[in-house]
């Protein structure tokens, strides 16, 4: 969800309360007014009323309804005076349309000739559902229009005011670590995009000068193990190809050679791993995934034929992904040789290919539960640790997470499983 919508989501109910409020309060104030209105019509008519019969020759007004010009007035005669001033609300009955009138009626008395008299006059008033009616509808479509003009002015704001926010998201998303160039924002004259500015500049700066750092650090950790492991094999060679040397010293020979040979692999399984996490490899390629996995398991052929384990390929030959192609080179050696290292002999190795996602399955060359799936994907763990280091699947589970695959293992029916979904 965009910023804006969120704030415009957060605003909503706000904004909802408001015109609720407002539109309760202004029903009141109108049913205040109207009321106001209509008590001081009725005064009015009282005292043109009162002042009319005083003015009048009649000496009985008993009865009299057309006497005054006043709309609607009762009159009648009382014996003692009333001194009442009583105002209600009541309903008439109108025959015509057949509906009920609401009136509000003012009683009151007076005398006039020494006669006492009861006097009503009445005022017709407004139906205070129809105020509501017509004051919610009101509210309503203010408050659509309000929610419109609202969003529309949020767009333009996202479109403008934020400009500068995107230009610095496009640099920082596009911005590579190993380009060997330096990020530069521009001045955006926004106090706050412009502290973000100088932040992520000062933030990518310093990851750059770490990022260097490494790079150097692998490079000459390489270089200078390679050295002296090199001397420490070609001189083990020697002396294991010597006549003068007794059966324990030939052993101890060996034993350097093949502690030699793994410090060799760990150095570059490690520098492998590295070079991986800091997005070393650049440059991407189309890679036909039937055919690149036919090629690479022609490397393995003779090793294949003599453990006699068969092949099975199939599912689309026209599944293309694009990446590096050294990545992909280290990410399905790896998977291939797992399959094999770990099969057993007259074994299977299974491998589907749909357009999104490899599968490749193995038979299993040891009984159900001695494999410990958990512990597949830890660094340096081995289940046999005489014939590896343990950095293979750590290798594959490396290189997808940088390519943004998604890495399944599972063990079903004495069968591995590996799935990645591209």
Same mark, same amino acid.
């Given at each position: 969800?965009?910023?804006?919508?969120?704030?415009?989501?957060?605003?909503?109910?706000?904004?909802?309360?408001?015109?609720?409020?407002?539109?309760?309060?202004?029903?009141?104030?109108?049913?205040?007014?109207?009321?106001?209105?209509?008590? &001081?019509?009725?005064?009015?008519?009282?005292?043109?009323?009162?002042?009319?019969?005083?003015?009048?020759?009649?000496?009985?007004?008993?009865?009299?309804?057309?006497?005054? &010009?006043?709309?609607?007035?009762?009159?009648?005669?009382?014996?003692?005076?009333?001194?009442?001033?009583?105002?209600?609300?009541?309903?008439?009955?109108?025959?015509?349309?057949?509906?009920?009138?609401?009136?509000?009626?003012?009683?009151?008395?007076?005398?006039?000739?020494?006669?006492?008299? &009861?006097?009503?006059?009445?005022?017709?008033?407004?139906?205070?559902?129809?105020?509501?009616?017509?004051?919610?509808?009101?509210?309503?479509?203010?408050?659509?229009?309000?929610?419109?003009?609202?969003?529309?002015?949020?767009?333009?704001?996202?479109?403008?005011?934020?400009?500068?926010?995107?230009?610095?998201?496009?640099?920082?998303?596009?911005?590579?670590?190993?380009?060997?160039?330096?990020?530069?924002?521009?001045?955006?004259?926004?106090?706050?995009?412009?502290?973000?500015?100088?932040?992520?500049?000062?933030?990518?700066?310093?990851?750059?000068?770490?990022?260097?750092?490494?790079?150097?650090?692998?490079?000459?950790?390489?270089?200078?193990?390679?050295?002296?492991?090199?001397?420490?094999?070609?001189?083990?060679?020697?002396?294991?190809?010597?006549?003068?040397?007794?059966?324990?010293?030939?052993?101890?020979?060996?034993?350097?050679?093949?502690?030699?040979?793994?410090?060799?692999?760990?150095?570059?399984?490690?520098?492998?791993?590295?070079?991986?996490?800091?997005?070393?490899?650049?440059?991407?390629?189309?890679?036909?995934?039937?055919?690149?996995?036919?090629?690479?398991?022609?490397?393995?052929?003779?090793?294949?034929?003599?453990?006699?384990?068969?092949?099975?390929?199939?599912?689309?030959?026209?599944?293309?992904?694009?990446?590096?192609?050294?990545?992909?080179?280290?990410?399905?050696?790896?998977?291939?040789?797992?399959?094999?290292?770990?099969?057993?002999?007259?074994?299977?190795?299974?491998?589907?290919?749909?357009?999104?996602?490899?599968?490749?399955?193995?038979?299993?060359?040891?009984?159900?539960?001695?494999?410990?799936?958990?512990?597949?994907?830890?660094?340096?763990?081995?289940?046999?640790?005489?014939?590896?280091?343990?950095?293979?699947?750590?290798?594959?589970?490396?290189?997808?997470?940088?390519?943004?695959?998604?890495?399944?293992?599972?063990?079903?029916?004495?069968?591995?499983?590996?799935?990645?979904?591209?």
């Amino acid at each position: 969800m965009r910023l804006m919508t969120t704030k415009l989501a957060w605003n909503l109910p706000i904004i909802m309360l408001v015109f609720l409020i407002s539109g309760i309060s202004f029903t009141k104030a109108i049913e205040y007014i109207l009321d106001l209105n209509v008590l &001081k019509v009725l005064e009015i008519r009282k005292t043109a009323l009162i002042h009319e019969l005083q003015g009048s020759n009649d000496q009985d007004f008993s009865g009299n309804r057309h006497l005054s &010009k006043i709309y609607d007035y009762d009159i009648h005669k009382v014996v003692s005076p009333y001194y009442g001033n009583v105002i209600k609300d009541t309903l008439v009955y109108n025959k015509p349309d057949n509906t009920y009138l609401q009136l509000k009626s003012l009683t009151f008395g007076t005398t006039i000739n020494g006669i006492n008299y &009861k006097l009503t006059v009445r005022k017709s008033i407004v139906d205070y559902q129809e105020i509501i009616e017509v004051v919610t509808g009101i509210m309503i479509i203010m408050f659509v229009v309000l929610i419109l003009v609202l969003n529309g002015s949020f767009y333009m704001v996202s479109k403008i005011a934020w400009k500068p926010f995107y230009r610095t998201l496009d640099k920082v998303l596009s911005y590579r670590l190993n380009s060997g160039e330096e990020i530069h924002f521009e001045q955006s004259g926004i106090k706050e995009f412009d502290q973000l500015n100088e932040t992520l500049q000062a933030m990518t700066s310093m990851i750059r000068s770490e990022y260097r750092q490494l790079k150097d650090f692998t490079e000459h950790i390489s270089h200078e193990l390679q050295t002296p492991v090199t001397i420490i094999k070609a001189r083990t060679d020697i002396l294991l190809q010597s006549t003068s040397l007794n059966s324990d010293d030939l052993r101890t020979a060996a034993s350097i050679r093949q502690a030699a040979d793994r410090l060799a692999m760990m150095t570059e399984g490690l520098v492998t791993l590295t070079r991986i996490d800091s997005g070393w490899f650049i440059g991407k390629v189309s890679i036909e995934l039937s055919h690149a996995i036919k090629q690479k398991l022609s490397w393995y052929e003779e090793l294949i034929e003599l453990r006699q384990i068969e092949i099975s390929i199939s599912g689309s030959d026209k599944a293309v992904i694009e990446m590096n192609e050294r990545l992909w080179e280290m990410l399905i050696g790896n998977l291939l040789s797992n399959a094999i290292k770990h099969n057993k002999d007259g074994g299977f190795i299974d491998v589907v290919i749909r357009r999104n996602q490899l599968q490749i399955s193995n038979s299993m060359n040891r009984p159900a539960g001695e494999t410990n799936s958990t512990k597949l994907m830890e660094r340096y763990y081995s289940e046999n640790p005489q014939k590896g280091l343990g950095l293979g699947m750590s290798i594959i589970e490396s290189i997808c997470r940088t390519q943004g695959f998604e890495f399944y293992y599972e063990e079903v029916d004495q069968v591995h499983k590996v799935s990645i979904r591209f």
